[in-house]
Structures are given as C-alpha cells and as structure tokens.
C-alpha cells in the first residue's frame, strides 16, 4: 500500500514523495509586464521537497488574463524571468510545471488590452467577480465585464495560444505544463452543458464540449510530449461561475478515455467539497482513475490522515495540497515527522510583498 512519501513515476518524471503543491494565484508578479520576479523564485526554491510543484496559474496570451498582478508565459520577457524560478526549484533538488491558464469570461476589461472584453463560450453577463481596477481606477473586487463568444474562426487559434505557451514553459526550465481546465475558467466553460449551449461543433453534446479540450491536449502534447503534459479539472462544476452539469460524469469519463488514449502525464482532481466530510464524488474518481490509468491526484482540504486514506482507498496516487503549502514551506519533512502545521493568513494570499509569502518559517 503506497504511503505519500512514496515515489511515484509522473511522465519522464519521478516524483520522490507524493506530497503535490497545488496551483496557487499569489499576485505579486512585477510591473509592467506580469513578470516573475526574484522574491518568486525564493518562494518557490522554498517548497522544493514537494514531490511537484504546480506553479500558480498563468496566463497564456494577453485575452487570458484575469486578474491583476498575475504573471504570463507569453512574452519573451515573461519567459526569461521565469527560468530563475525554475533554476532555484531545480537547485534546490524540486521539480516544477506551469499551470497554462485562460480565464474565459472570468476577467474585466481593465485587466486586457485595450478594446478587448473577455470572451467565453456563450456572451453572457454573470455574477462572477475578479481582481482588477474598479471605476476609480484603484485596484479591488470588481464584478466581471461582460464576455462576448468566441466565433468558430477564433476557437481555431485557441490550441495555438496554449501550444505557445507550452513551448515557452519548455524553454524556461519547467518540467512539464498543467493544463487548467478547471473552477470554470474558459475550458470549463466549453465543457459544462449548462453554459455552453453553442449550436456549432463545440457546444451541445458531450462530445462537441470536450472539443476545444481535446485540441488544447493535443496541440500541447504535439510540441511537449505528452509525458510532460497533465491537466486540473474540477468536477460538477463548482468554480467561479458556471452551474453544476448535470452531464458531468459521463462528460468526466469520456475525457478519462481521451486523457488515457493520448497517455498525458496525469490527472488533477480539484474539489471543493472534501474540506470536512468524505467527498461525494469518491466513487467517481475510483472509477476516473481506473479508466484514466496513468497517474491520478486529488486536492481540496486534506489532512495528513485523510490524505493517507486517499492512497490507501485507491483513490488516488498522490494529493495536492494548496494552503498549507502557503505557511507551510516544509510541508512534506512536517507531514513526515508529525510536526504540527503552521496555520496561514488569508490577509495575505493575493498581492503584497514578502509577507506571508516567503516569511513563514521552517520547523525548528
Ligand atoms: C490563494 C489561493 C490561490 C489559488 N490559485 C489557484 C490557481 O492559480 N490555480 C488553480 O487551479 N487553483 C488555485 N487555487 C485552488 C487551490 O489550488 C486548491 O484547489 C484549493 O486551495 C484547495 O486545496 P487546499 O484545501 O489544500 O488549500 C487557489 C487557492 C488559494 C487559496
């Protein structure tokens, strides 16, 4: 029976332990530019010993950025600062993989190029709110503009912008891309049926919503390799914005069959209900990874213990953990000798300087 300080083979990858760091948004990318900067590094190098680190979100070309101060992999500029935080990763013996983002319609015309608005599978005016600049200008909780759909003729280029971003993830040292399909930013909104009632190739069937998915996956493992490929989602629908799909299940398993096919490097279960109580949807990602084959993780509110029965259930081959990463740098040597967590300050998520970001300390 496996144990989170297992290895576990991630495409060309071997993961030492199976302690995962999940993505997380932290803001403090330098302007202008949305570069990464030195104090990022350090944050990063810090985390080394997770078994992985998913890298927070990050936006793959300018209509797929959502929020203030997040960083980009679409410049050249953007590309170069980021080899320093995949240079100290791998000095300090980690491992690290991009998380390639597109918001879709969870953005604000302040946050994009002048002109544009965010765009989505449907135009839609909703309730979801981002980071961005408020009609004063001042940066704050705004509701999101308006998005308009994307035409037939634009969704051709959608594959390119993330294939783009995966070459230039390569290139900047890291080990690998996550593909963010997650929380209901633009994938998710082609794949949940209660949104995307588009009457073309990408909207109504199942099918026809896991299209753009599938050429994202494909183009990305076209330039990349599939064994440096996986990709997050998160199920029923319960990120910023869209309604829960009833079709979610069978939609899930016909991308497990896809994701299998393609072989991609892993699976990335982000769920929101297993803070407290035992997911309802256990039985679901059983028969996910059973299907899928290749490697299967899990994140959402787990603890040492509930981690360890994930494993144990056959749930999963390794959890993600986000917050406690956050004040925890040491998470795995913690975790492995009972050392108690630090508890994080949510004051400080998004945004800022140095505080609550590299200044939680180490155990003894
Ligand atoms: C500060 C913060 C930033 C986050 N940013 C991202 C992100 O960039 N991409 C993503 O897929 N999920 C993001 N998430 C969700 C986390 O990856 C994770 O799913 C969530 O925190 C639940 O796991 P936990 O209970 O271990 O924290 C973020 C969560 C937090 C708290």
Request: with cysteine.
């Amino acid at each position: 029976m496996p144990s989170l300080f297992d290895p576990l083979p991630v495409g060309r990858l071997r993961l030492p332990n199976r302690v995962i760091m999940a993505p997380l948004t932290r803001c403090r990318a330098a302007q202008p530019g949305d570069v990464p900067t030195p104090l990022m590094a350090e944050y990063y190098a810090q985390r080394a010993s997770a078994g992985l680190i998913i890298s927070e979100a990050t936006w793959i070309e300018p209509q797929a950025k959502g929020y203030l101060w997040t960083p980009g992999i679409f410049t050249t500029a953007q590309r170069d600062a980021w080899r320093q935080v995949t240079d100290a990763v791998h000095a300090a013996g980690g491992r690290i993989m991009c998380q390639l983002w597109h918001v879709g319609r969870v953005s604000h015309a302040s946050v994009l190029p002048e002109g544009m608005v965010p765009v989505s599978s449907m135009a839609t005016e909703h309730e979801a709110h981002t980071f961005a600049l408020d009609a004063e200008g001042k940066p704050g909780r705004v509701r999101c503009t308006p998005c308009r759909a994307l035409t037939f003729k634009e969704l051709m280029s959608v594959p390119q912008a993330y294939g783009h971003a995966a070459t230039q993830a390569i290139d900047a040292g890291f080990d690998g891309v996550e593909i963010h399909a997650a929380n209901g930013y633009l994938l998710e909104q082609f794949m949940n049926g209660v949104l995307n009632t588009r009457d073309d190739a990408f909207g109504g069937s199942i099918e026809n919503r896991c299209r753009l998915v599938l050429q994202v996956v494909d183009e990305v493992v076209r330039l990349i390799g599939a064994d440096r490929t996986g990709i997050r989602l998160s199920p029923h629908g319960q990120g910023i914005g869209p309604r829960p799909d009833p079709e979610w299940e069978p939609l899930a398993m016909r991308l497990m069959r896809n994701l299998a096919a393609r072989r991609v490097a892993f699976v990335h279960i982000s769920d929101h209900t297993s803070k407290t109580i035992d997911s309802p949807h256990r039985e679901l990602w059983r028969a996910m990874r059973r299907e899928f084959g290749g490697a299967f993780m899990v994140c959402g509110g787990y603890t040492h213990e509930t981690a360890e029965r994930e494993l144990a259930d056959g749930v999963a081959d390794a959890v993600v953990f986000g917050k406690p990463f956050i004040s925890n740098p040491d998470l795995v040597e913690r975790l492995q000798r009972g050392t108690a967590l630090a508890p994080w300050d949510q004051a400080t998520f998004y945004g800022g300087d140095h505080r609550g970001y590299t200044d939680y300390p180490r155990a003894n």
